[in-house]
């Protein structure tokens, strides 16, 4: 059985792939240092963006496990433009999962990414895994193992968060404690 550590990000200054932790993420990456570590982890998967590594590097560092980016797990792209409706468009792309607006992602494009990546996690050799994402793929990834994981539990994610998944029956749980 494989149990695999689903995490979102810390606070971070925007949305942008070089948007950086803010203080209170940053503080909120060391208290996540000591919250993983009482999990036995053998690897570490995560977004390529910014703030996904510097949220992890400080437990990567503390337990001297490389971090694996992956593209596959960056931010969903709701939209190539800004949208001044973006929670609306959202909320309509978790109703219509193949909804894509211009120069973006559908929910259904970006649940095929996630899937792949709990496909190759399960097919893995290490047993305790940590993925980091953000708040849409971090959703998507919940909804592998339960697809009534949808918008209000994406409003519901907290910056962190922390699920843990065993894959024998796909049982989740929320349990960082913030």
Known sequence: MKTIYIVRHAKADGQPFHASLTLDGEEQAQNLV???EKYP???IYSSPYKRALQ???PFSERKELPIHEDDRLGERILSGKDLPDWKDKL??????FSLAFPGGESNEEAMERAASVIEDIVNSEEDHIVVVSHGNLTTLLLRCFDEKFGFDELLALTNPDVYLVRTDGGRFERIWES
Do not use: G
Request: no cysteine.
């Open 34 to 36: 000591s919250f993983l």
């Open 41 to 43: 982890i053998e690897a």
């Open 55 to 57: 949220t992890i590097q």
């Open 91 to 96: 909320r309509e792309s978790f109703e219509d």
